[in-house]
């Protein structure tokens, strides 16, 4: 009996789940695959999206990049020049159902940099590996053209924080950011 209920149970879950999948549209479940380029005062991120449909108003946003930054003299050290690979996590938010027009998005990014810095002051110089968490908030506006094409700019704020640091201190602090990406719906 308790196995019949068991049963039973993981049945309820699993149409519960069904249901809700089905929620969107079949025609809704699209995704995005795009190139992307972010830049910042300091920097560049190149990088390649992908973003899935997860209801009528929300996507979920993957990317794949790279941070390649100047900080000049506006980091901790005289200079700072670096770079490195990362990933982003993030949800869109359309006020549309056609995952077309004006969106917010939020989401996290993770970066793993090296850092060659010099400072005048102390005659040092160095390298320091990093890693940050960026959490930023954006506005877009999202167009797709009759062959599916998406583009796509952004403008987005948010806060770079060196969660890891291996070496001396290196530059963090708030972040703005403009963008697009340029990719195929499918």
Known sequence: MIHFKKRISQLII??????????????????????????????????ITIDRAISDNGRVALRLGYNSFDHRDLGVQTTEVGGGPGFSVGYQHYFKNDFRGLHLEFKNDFWFSNIDWTNVDTMTEGETSITVL?????IGYTILTSS?????????????????????????????LIGISVGKRF
């Open 14 to 47: 699993l149409g519960i789940g069904l249901i809700s999948f089905a929620q969107i549209s079949l025609a809704q479940r699209t995704t995005d695959v795009s190139i992307q380029l972010q830049v910042y005062p300091t920097g560049i991120l190149p990088g």
């Open 134 to 138: 960026q959490p930023t908030a954006s």
């Open 148 to 176: 599916d094409i998406v583009i796509r700019p952004i403008l987005g704020f948010g806060w770079e924080w060196n969660v890891r640091t291996e070496g001396e201190p290196t530059g963090q602090g708030a972040i703005g």
